[in-house]
């Protein structure tokens, strides 16, 4: 049943939740498997839900560069993002009642959208 609350727990059940779909997925499982090792998922979901409690709760406990973190990946592409997207909604939507599932999700585009602009827009590259 849908969590009608956003706390900590309920947070690091949908994160843990996610993050195993990702770690499984075709497409960027991969990504994150060449990026983070099994043996540092605890610690990066540890890190994780720091910033997620930072953003959706207001905890203040992340204190790191989440572009320079995904700058430093190299090989991101948007389709990475629109797939990482499509898996944040639908288990959102299976954790948390659809008020919670929006405003989540709505906060996941926001920052989608930021770090996209960030690697991806180049107002002065030539066209393809």
Not at 44 to 67: E, M, T
Request: net charge neutral; hydrophobic share 45%; aromatic share 12%.
């Amino acid at each position: 049943m849908p969590d009608a609350s956003l706390t900590e727990a309920s947070l690091q059940a949908f994160l843990t939740a996610f993050y195993a779909r990702v770690r499984q997925d075709d497409l960027i499982g991969p990504v994150f498997a060449r990026a983070i090792p099994d043996s540092e998922w605890p610690r990066h979901l540890a890190v994780i839900q720091d910033f997620w409690s930072s953003v959706l709760l207001k905890s203040g406990r992340y204190k790191g560069n989440p572009f320079g973190k995904h700058q430093a990946v190299g090989t991101l592409q948007p389709a990475h993002f629109a797939r990482w997207l499509d898996l944040f909604e639908d288990t959102a939507s299976a954790a948390f009642t659809p008020p919670i599932a929006d405003m989540v999700v709505d906060r996941a585009h926001r920052i989608g959208d930021s770090l996209k602009a960030g690697l991806f827009f180049r107002p002065d590259a030539p066209a393809a």
